[in-house]
Antibody
Framework: QIQLVQSGPELKKPGESLKISCKAS????????MQWVKQAPGKGLQYMGW????????TYADDFKERFVFSLETSASTAYLQINNLKNEDTATYFC?????????WGQGTLVTVSS | DIQMTQSPASLSASLGETVTIECRAS??????LAWYQQKPGKSPQLLIY???SLHTGVPSRFSGSGSGTQYSLKINSLQSEDVASYFC????????FGGGTKLELK
């Protein structure tokens, strides 16, 4: 069955960078794009964009065109979300989800806390 | 971007009751709408897609309806395991989510 396993929680200071991983199994990794969704504490869901797992081309939603980078390690069936120059407002849980919208499968989420 | 306005923001209901949650889109989304359930500390789970199609394995007490800009999720005979937050998502255009509805037991 399709599974997405994300890396563990992160505690970072403003200005630092981090890279979250999302390891997929149960399907051919390059068959589906990988999507990313942000959920700030106690808030709703915000679509961040997606990466084409065949070409590696990322597409970012407007709010995520600066400081956010989607990447792949196809040989390891893993997608990455890198956030540079972290800000307090990046504190959130980040989810990966393969395939087209709507999202039938989700990773378990990675909690990122940014605090000085 | 298409804005999704979801109501109510919170809801308290009794076991066995019927509950309705609504989403209004800022423009016609041609049934490109999904509903998700999210329990605390968990990832969202797909309930309904294409406005009224039940996702595999979802209990039949959940149903979706609507068209144009107005959509709703109905839960018949509320069960304790239905206590969760619910989100709508439009995918006719670049995906956007509603603000969510937190459902609690009365």
């Amino acid at each position: 069955q399709i599974q997405l396993v994300q890396s563990g929680p992160e505690l970072k200071k403003p200005g630092e960078s981090l890279k979250i991983s999302c390891k997929a199994s149960g399907y051919t990794f390059t068959d589906y794009a990988m999507q990313w969704v942000k959920q700030a504490p106690g808030k709703g869901l915000q679509y961040m964009g997606w990466i084409n797992t065949q070409t590696g081309k990322p597409t970012y939603a407007d709010d995520f065109k600066e400081r956010f980078v989607f990447s792949l390690e196809t040989s390891a069936s893993t997608a990455y979300l890198q956030i540079n120059n972290l800000k307090n407002e990046d504190t959130a849980t980040y989810f990966c989800a393969p395939g087209e919208v709507p999202f039938a499968y989700w990773g378990q989420g990675t909690l990122v806390t940014v605090s000085s | 971007d298409i804005q999704m306005t979801q109501s109510p923001a919170s809801l308290s209901a009794s076991l066995g009751e019927t509950v309705t949650i609504e989403c209004r889109a800022s423009e016609d989304i041609y049934n490109g709408l999904a509903w998700y359930q999210q329990k605390p500390g968990k990832s969202p789970q797909l309930l309904i897609y294409n406005a009224n199609s039940l996702h595999t394995g979802v209990p039949s007490r959940f149903s979706g309806s609507g068209s144009g800009t107005q959509y709703s999720l109905k839960i018949n005979s509320l069960q304790s395991e239905d206590v969760a937050s619910y989100f709508c998502q439009q995918y006719y255009n670049y995906p956007t989510f509603g603000g969510g509805t937190k459902l609690e037991l009365k």
